[in-house]
């Protein structure tokens, strides 16, 4: 399994602020991917972080909002822009290798509050 | 119609029995089908995956999985008060580029 990293672990975050969020793998995956968690819901995916490439957005979510960089296998940064209290979630990276028979792990998540 | 759909319970049984934790997913094509616990406050933790049709056991896990009935199961056999959590069922297909689609989870109470 990939042990994953994220940072920070949770921020309170002024409204009109963006916050950058780091996820290290310590191993060469294919797939990076970002997902949202608000209170009570499930999981819903913000985009596919592809490396040296433009995200793949979900519908509802664009580039604007959640700007994402993946510069190499092993890392990449999703950054909640011009936040408003709507934005108040957990922000997790997923990470997994292309094809039918891989898992799929996450990491610690991110706890953000926009006040 | 969701995509996944999981009852959200809660789901209450007592110390040592089964709990059994069912799934259905509306696309056909999904191939690959995932089932994580969350608890609160924290990330979701791995801990079944399957893609053949039948059960595939881990411990005191059983997944089960019918594509002909689009239904995917967990049974959790000897339950203990540590396994009270919110179970997060998910499918995936490739061609969809590998992202998963989640449930919105069956919450989980074990009672001793």
């Known amino acids: 399994s990939a042990v994953i990293s994220q940072k920070p672990s949770r921020d309170i975050c002024q409204r009109g602020t963006s916050l950058t969020i780091q996820c290290q793998v310590d191993?060469?995956?294919?797939?990076m991917f970002w997902y949202r968690q608000q209170p009570g819901q499930s999981l819903t995916l913000i985009a596919t972080?592809?490396?040296?490439?433009?995200?793949?957005?979900e519908s509802g979510f664009v580039i604007d909002k959640f700007p994402i960089s993946r510069p190499n296998l092993t890392f990449s940064t999703l950054t909640v822009s011009n936040m408003s209290p709507e934005d108040s979630s957990i922000y997790l990276c997923?990470?997994?290798?292309?094809?039918?028979?891989?898992?799929?792990?996450f990491g610690q998540g991110t706890r953000l509050t926009v006040v | 119609q969701k995509e996944v759909e999981q009852n959200s319970g809660p789901l209450s049984v007592p110390e040592g029995a089964i709990a059994s934790l069912n799934c259905t997913y509306s696309?056909?094509?999904?191939?690959?089908f995932f089932w994580y616990r969350q608890y609160s406050g924290k990330s979701p933790e791995l801990i079944m995956f399957?893609?053949?049709?039948g059960d595939k056991e881990d411990g005191r896990f059983t997944a089960q999985l019918n594509k002909a009935s689009q239904y995917v199961s967990l049974l959790i056999r000897d339950s203990q008060p540590s396994d009270s959590a919110t179970y997060l069922c998910?499918?995936?297909?490739?061609?969809?580029?590998?992202?998963?689609?989640f449930g919105a989870g069956t919450i989980l109470r074990v009672k001793s």
């Open positions: 696309d056909r094509g999904s191939q690959s």
């Open positions: 998910a499918v995936r297909r490739l061609e969809y580029g590998n992202k998963l689609v």
């Open positions: 191993s060469q995956v294919t797939m």
């Open positions: 997923s990470v997994s290798y292309r094809g039918l028979r891989t898992e799929a792990f």
């Open positions: 972080a592809n490396q040296g490439s433009e995200a793949t957005y």
């Open positions: 399957i893609y053949s049709n």
